[in-house]
């Protein structure tokens, strides 16, 4: 099994920056991506980014938090971070990451990082 252990949420105010962090272990051999979630109260988890282990660190984001967010990979650490700027009120959600072996992501959640916007 893997185990994530997501750190780094807290509350700001809107414009403000945060910066997450979650530490993978456990079965991550072969992973081929890392990636962050958020769950907003009432809504289902939506995908927020994510980042490839080889080709570069190649990245992708949703179009929700394009040009604010910025994620990032210590391979060494197993760690993978999400540095939040300009955050606004919809930003406000616990934040989960999570592992990839190809397209599919592991089954596994950590306990999540709450962020809350306030405005």
């Known amino acids: 099994q893997v185990q994530l252990v997501e750190s780094g949420g807290g509350l700001v105010q809107a414009g403000e920056s945060l910066r997450l962090s979650c530490a993978a272990s456990?079965?991550?051999?072969?992973?081929?991506?890392m990636g962050w979630f958020r769950q907003a109260p009432g809504k289902q988890r939506e995908w927020v980014a994510t980042?490839?282990?080889?080709?570069?660190?190649?990245?992708s984001y949703a179009d929700s938090v394009k040009g604010r967010f910025t994620i990032s990979r210590d391979n060494a650490k197993n760690t993978v971070y999400l540095q939040m700027n300009s955050l606004n009120a919809e930003d406000t959600a616990v934040y989960y990451c999570?592992?990839?072996?190809?397209?599919?992501?592991?089954?596994?959640w950590g306990q999540g990082t709450q962020v809350t916007v306030s405005s």
């Open positions: 980042i490839a282990i080889a080709n570069g660190g190649y990245t």
């Open positions: 999570n592992v990839a072996r190809g397209n599919l992501w592991s089954g596994n």
């Open positions: 456990g079965s991550i051999f072969s992973i081929s991506h």
